[in-house]
Structure formats: C-alpha cells, structure tokens
C-alpha cells in the first residue's frame, strides 16, 4: 500500500519525534539464534531433560551471561557452552566446542532480511518526522547490522544502548531536548520497548513479532493518563497514525 492509498484522517501532527527498534522491528533476528538453540538442543541429546526443559536452563544461562557480560553473539557462544558444561555427562573437549560455536556462525553471516514493507515506511515517515534508532546490543554488531541493512540514511541518530530501560530512556528525553508527550518508542519487545518507554511518560508503539526472544516477553503495561499506546499488525501500519 503507497501513501497516496492511506486514509491520513487518524495521524498525528507533524514533527513528532520516533525512536524506533531494529531487531525484529525491521529486520529478521532472533529467528536466527532460535534455528542455532534448536540445533544446539538436538546436539546436547539429553537424556534426562527434556528439550523444554533444556530450552529453561539455556534461558538461565543466557541471564547470568548477559548480567556479566552484555548482549551479543559471543555471549550467545557463552551461554551455550555453559549450558552443556551444566548438563552433559561429557567434558567440552576442544571438538566439542568448535561444534557448539558453529552452531552460531550462520547468525554472523547471516544477510539482512528486512521486515516487510520497512524501507519504504521510514522513507514516508521521515518526511513528517524525526527518527531516531534505539536498538541494544554489542557496539559493533548492531551497526556493522546497520550499515548492511542500508537504512542508516533514514535516521536523524543512532542510540545503541548496553540495556534499554528506564534510565536509558530518561537519558534520551535528556540528551536530545525531547517531549515525552511528542515522543514515540515503537518496538516488539514489551520489556525493552514498551514498559520502561510508558514508565518514563512517553509514548509507545507495539508491533508483536511471532519470534520476539523470551527475555524479552513481559505482560504490555496500561499507559498513564498523559501517555499513548498503539498496537498494530505491521510496520507499514505507522503511515495510518504519523
């Protein structure tokens, strides 16, 4: 659907201010490391603990890595390896490792694989208003994911934040001036995107992913009297309301 098709009737005022999610908002992602987990699950064969049960502890092991060393792929490896460690009969003899890491080497490799329809939604909304990426992770990774994506012209600033939550976002209104009341953080993940953005009086935008990760699944909090929430189908859903 172009522009020119779209009933305008119900959006916003101009110049609002849109700070907007990467992974599994505009590109696939975790769908990648949920193929990895599976093989991973497959390989480790348990023969006690079933893969639900495996799937838990992984879950564990990837909180505990995360509080000591951050979001991205090398902890990913991490918590994998820690998992078996955990819960195989057998020691990680050097093969055994290198098996493990391969499990995750097609993420790395991995082409960019835009959401539908996401180009051609930031290029309209950027004629109206301002957008800002607000993504979390490794440093180097999430640009590096970034810069192949090509969507990097379509944004006023890039904010790729160690944890997305309430002080991350009361340093953003901070740092660029923003009103929380002309502000909008549009993302999949209710723990990341949503709550602490509502917590902070912005305003919020949901747009559910059928692959969000699981540290990511909260229960979407009601907004305050002077905040907004949307919850839409589909990125290019944005040019109904901005």
Known sequence: MIAAELDTTNRYPPRQTLLIDADDTLWENNIYFER???AFIS??????H???QVREHLNRCERSTIAQHGYGLQSFRRSLIDCFEQLSDEPVTPEKHTRIVAFTEAISSQEIELLAGVEDTLYDLGQRHTLILVTKGNHDEQNDKLTRSGLRPFFSSVEVLSEKNTAAYIHILSSYALNPRNTWMIGNSPRSDINPALSVGM??????HDFTWVLEHEVVDQPNPTSQLL???AFPDLQLYF
């Not at 390989?43 to 006690?48: A, S």
């Not at 305003?203 to 559910?208: D, G, L, R, Y």
Request: net charge neutral.
């Open 43 to 48: 390989y480790l064969d348990h023969r006690v």
């Open 50 to 52: 079933s893969p639900e």
């Open 36 to 38: 990895a987990i599976a």
């Open 231 to 233: 919850k839409l189908a």
């Open 203 to 208: 305003n919020a935008v949901f747009i559910p």
